[in-house]
């Protein structure tokens, strides 16, 4: 049985409360103006593979964003209040 950690527990950067840049998937959309939207992550990871905006081939951690300011999907998609995401596509924002 596996026992949940909590990202301090595992060393990593990601957490409930830490701001973060959704790094969005351009590969379809390759022309689109639209900036990476900020968010703030709400809720705990969740180790699942599959994710609301970008498809996963690998079993990672999966974090709920709530966005600063409604967000558009590269799609035309929305707005969006929040999003599941997985934390290949999080960078944390710069402190300032």
Avoid at 22 to 51: C, E, K, M
Avoid at 54 to 75: H, I, K, Q, S
């Amino acid at each position: 049985m596996w026992k949940k950690q909590g990202p301090d527990a595992s060393g990593g950067k990601f957490g409930v409360g830490v701001q973060v840049i959704v790094r969005l998937d351009r590969a379809q959309f390759p022309d689109s103006l639209a900036d990476d939207p900020i968010g703030v992550i709400v809720a705990p990871g969740a180790l699942t593979g599959s994710s609301f905006y970008v498809p996963t081939t690998v079993r990672e951690t999966v974090w709920l964003v709530a966005f600063e300011e409604p967000f558009y999907g590269l799609d035309g998609s929305g707005p969006h209040e929040s999003a599941k995401v997985p934390e290949s596509r999080l960078q944390t924002t710069p402190e300032v």
